[in-house]
């Protein structure tokens, strides 16, 4: 349930919007469901508002096709809209990653709290929950955004955060299990890590998340995005 107050309507539609992207990353909404004002007025125990909100952020960001006469459905989520949005991240994380490093290098961004963002991940592969995993993945490189300092990029990168959600889903991508994840993540940890300890760049920091996305995959298994 969500807080009905008018003056929290913004915050609420952005909850409802974060959630509905986890509920198609997870597959409890399949491309092609309909979506209404009163469907998620009732699943949320909000007012319409927020939830008319919601859906049109939504239609705005391709996540659902359609529009508010037609009624608006879950998109498509094929491999060429994957191979796009991997694109525009690694080029977009591959900026904010050298940024963020020279930040932390000097001090100005504090790397520990890319520490907890791992701690929390482990927590939640610990428990097996694969809907936090997600958005406990999403927070670790959201960390990164952030650690960079540099506004413009970080509202890109959130602008797409809820693609990203969609587009990794787990099982899509045939991971082994959740401690896969964990372990990638520690990986990238601990190359960013050796490049704050060094003077001077060791690696290209857009070969350095190739890695990171890559990494512990089956021959022949689609691109993933986290």
């Given at each position: 349930?969500l807080?009905k107050k008018?003056?929290?309507?913004?915050?609420?539609?952005?909850?409802?919007?974060?959630?509905?992207?986890?509920?198609?990353?997870?597959?409890?909404?399949?491309?092609?469901?309909?979506?209404?004002?009163?469907?998620?007025?009732?699943?949320?125990?909000?007012?319409?508002?927020p939830?008319?909100?919601?859906?049109?952020?939504?239609?705005?960001?391709?996540?659902?096709?359609?529009?508010?006469?037609?009624?608006?459905?879950?998109?498509?989520?094929?491999?060429?809209?994957?191979?796009?949005?991997?694109?525009?991240?690694?080029?977009?994380?591959?900026?904010?990653?050298?940024?963020?490093?020279?930040?932390?290098?000097?001090g100005?961004?504090?790397?520990?709290?890319?520490?907890r963002?791992?701690?929390?991940?482990?927590?939640?592969?610990?428990?097996?929950?694969l809907?936090?995993?997600?958005?406990?993945?999403?927070?670790?490189?959201?960390?990164?955004?952030?650690?960079?300092?540099?506004?413009?990029?970080?509202?890109?990168?959130?602008?797409?955060?809820?693609?990203?959600?969609?587009?990794?889903?787990?099982?899509?991508?045939?991971?082994?299990?959740?401690?896969?994840?964990?372990v990638?993540?520690?990986?990238?940890?601990?190359?960013?890590?050796?490049?704050?300890?060094?003077?001077?760049?060791t690696?290209?920091?857009?070969?350095?998340?190739?890695?990171h996305?890559?990494?512990?995959?089956?021959?022949?298994?689609?691109?993933p995005?986290?």
């Amino acid at each position: 349930m969500l807080d009905k107050k008018p003056a929290d309507d913004v915050s609420i539609s952005d909850r409802i919007g974060d959630r509905l992207a986890e509920m198609i990353a997870t597959g409890q909404l399949k491309s092609g469901d309909r979506l209404t004002e009163a469907t998620l007025s009732d699943m949320f125990a909000c007012s319409r508002v927020p939830a008319r909100e919601a859906l049109k952020v939504l239609h705005a960001q391709g996540i659902l096709v359609g529009g508010r006469h037609r009624g608006f459905r879950v998109g498509e989520f094929g491999p060429v809209k994957t191979r796009a949005v991997l694109d525009v991240r690694l080029a977009l994380e591959a900026l904010l990653v050298r940024e963020a490093i020279v930040h932390w290098r000097n001090g100005t961004s504090d790397m520990a709290l890319l520490d907890r963002a791992l701690d929390d991940l482990g927590q939640a592969v610990a428990h097996g929950d694969l809907g936090e995993v997600l958005r406990c993945d999403l927070a670790f490189h959201r960390t990164i955004a952030e650690a960079a300092r540099n506004d413009l990029a970080l509202t890109l990168w959130n602008t797409m955060a809820r693609y990203v959600i969609i587009l990794f889903n787990l099982a899509r991508y045939g991971d082994v299990d959740l401690g896969t994840v964990l372990v990638r993540h520690k990986a990238l940890r601990d190359a960013l890590l050796a490049e704050v300890s060094a003077p001077t760049a060791t690696r290209d920091a857009f070969t350095l998340l190739s890695d990171h996305y890559l990494a512990s995959r089956q021959p022949g298994a689609p691109v993933p995005l986290n």
